[in-house]
């Protein structure tokens, strides 16, 4: 396969620089650095050249690839630990937003009470936009575990009384909003 001319062929000789070093260690760090970065030797030293006129010349917002990395490292590593956070407030939110539907329920969940009791907000919701909702559906849509005896116990003593109130019925497919 023919590689496709980019002209720089010809300019090659008119390019080259020879630099000497003072001595072969100094050749051998700088190998050893291009081979690091994963560039050839040629690629290393422009790199490194340019990044010290630049550096030198006080362009502005100018950063070297080493303080590039650095800095990618910090957001990388700021990043996890906002990820851990955002984990546990998530979780921190859910217990509470638990907490707060039990708190709720609870009338509907103790046979004794007396006073007002007030209706899951959701559910009303739910049943007030239409179409036939199935227990398992109303379940899933309040984000009610199906295991949770409580809260099961709960949404259907909620269903039971806005049926008595005449607000919905029971058809064969689901809960329906009566209004």
């Given at each position: 396969?023919?590689?496709?001319?980019?002209?720089?062929?010809?300019?090659?000789?008119?390019?080259?620089?020879?630099?000497?070093?003072?001595?072969?260690?100094?050749?051998?760090?700088?190998?050893?650095?291009?081979?690091?970065?994963?560039?050839?030797?040629?690629?290393?030293?422009?790199?490194?050249?340019?990044?010290?006129?630049?550096?030198?010349?006080?362009?502005?917002?100018?950063?070297?690839?080493?303080?590039?990395?650095?800095?990618?490292?910090?957001?990388?590593?700021?990043?996890?630990?906002?990820?851990?956070?955002?984990?546990?407030?998530?979780?921190?939110?859910?217990?509470?937003?638990?907490?707060?539907?039990?708190?709720?329920?609870?009338?509907?969940?103790?046979?004794?009470?007396?006073?007002?009791?007030?209706?899951?907000?959701?559910?009303?919701?739910?049943?007030?936009?239409?179409?036939?909702?199935?227990?398992?559906?109303?379940?899933?849509?309040?984000?009610?575990?199906?295991?949770?005896?409580?809260?099961v116990k709960a949404v259907s003593k909620q269903l039971e009384a806005l049926e008595e109130y005449g607000l919905i019925e029971y058809r064969g497919r689901g809960w329906r909003w009566k209004g």
């Open positions: 396969m023919v590689k496709p001319n980019r002209g720089k062929t010809e300019t090659i000789k008119e390019r080259a620089i020879y630099v000497y070093l003072p001595s072969l260690e100094m050749v051998e760090e700088w190998k050893s650095g291009a081979d690091k970065a994963g560039v050839s030797i040629s690629k290393f030293v422009v790199d490194r050249v340019e990044d010290s006129i630049r550096r030198e010349v006080g362009e502005e917002g100018y950063l070297n690839r080493i303080e590039l990395i650095k800095r990618l490292r910090n957001a990388e590593e700021e990043l996890k630990k906002l990820r851990n956070e955002n984990s546990l407030l998530k979780r921190l939110v859910e217990n509470l937003d638990n907490e707060l539907k039990r708190y709720r329920a609870k009338p509907f969940i103790e046979e004794e009470f007396e006073g007002i009791r007030r209706f899951d907000k959701e559910l009303i919701e739910l049943l007030r936009k239409g179409g036939s909702y199935s227990d398992e559906e109303i379940l899933r849509r309040l984000s009610v575990d199906p295991s949770d005896t409580d809260m």
